[in-house]
């Protein structure tokens, strides 16, 4: 267990309907990403929030809308998503840079996604 | 732009043989340089990492080595079991305004044959 928890594990959903990935870090961390994981690709990061504010927003469609509510809750709000959005998405916490701590993510073990 | 590269893609080595898996960045200002294992339904899990004033860094079997002026870093796996078997990362990060930024490799699927 590294800290990170993810509901769902799987999902299956279609193109019309809106779901809601969530994450969750017991690690007292203070930044929170989410990171989408296809089949033979890098890691592609898609959202980064450091003290419940988005700093990075890697141009990620409108499709997927982040919010964290909190420095240990992360959710990835999902509607009207596309077949190629089915991937494995990963959700990771750190420090942030400001604590003066290395950069070390710890990830969830992920949802993996699917769409119809 | 900010890129990580990483070879081989694929690693397949005998029981008790070592691997190494390469990787080469672009960022000169990055600093800091972890490694993590992915295994079948799991997320990456940090097996060792490295910063830039160290040039090597050993835990076990598992050794990281580290050439700033050439940008490149190395994991190094001895006497390799099937359990090591698994996805390899390596990345590089840096403190950036607000948080961290790290570039990530596309991965070395490693193979260990019993």
């Known amino acids: 267990e590294t800290g990170v928890t993810q509901t769902p594990r799987h999902l299956v959903m279609g193109m019309t309907n809106k779901k809601s990935l969530k994450c969750e870090q017991h690690?007292?961390?203070?930044?929170m990403y989410w990171y989408k994981q296809s089949a033979k690709k890098p890691l592609e990061l898609m959202f980064v929030?450091?003290?419940?504010?988005?700093?990075e927003n890697n141009s990620v469609p409108s499709r997927f809308s982040p919010e964290c509510p909190n420095s240990s809750h992360l959710f990835l709000h999902l509607h009207t998503l596309q077949p190629e959005d089915s991937a494995l998405y990963l959700c990771?916490?750190?420090?942030?840079?400001?604590?003066?701590?290395?950069?070390?993510?710890?990830f969830g073990p992920g949802t993996r996604l699917l769409v119809l | 732009g900010e890129n990580v590269e990483q070879h081989p893609s694929t690693l397949s080595v005998q029981e008790g043989d070592s691997a190494v898996i390469k990787c080469t960045y672009s960022?000169?200002?990055?600093?800091?340089f972890p490694w993590y294992k992915q295994e079948l339904g799991k997320g990456p899990q940090l097996i060792i990492d490295?910063?830039?004033?160290?040039g090597e860094k050993k835990d076990q079997r598992i050794a990281v080595t580290l050439n700033k002026t050439a940008k490149h870093f190395s994991l190094h796996i001895t006497e390799t079991q099937p359990e090591d078997s698994a996805v390899y990362f390596c990345?590089?990060?840096?403190?950036?305004?607000?948080?961290?930024?790290?570039?990530f490799g596309a991965g070395t699927r490693l193979f260990v044959k019993a």
């Open positions: 929030y450091s003290l419940e504010e988005r700093v």
């Open positions: 990771a916490s750190s420090q942030d840079w400001t604590s003066g701590g290395v950069a070390t993510q710890y």
């Open positions: 960022d000169s200002a990055s600093n800091y």
């Open positions: 690690l007292g961390h203070n930044a």
């Open positions: 990345a590089a990060s840096k403190a950036n305004t607000g948080g961290f930024k790290t570039i």
């Open positions: 490295i910063r830039s004033n160290v």
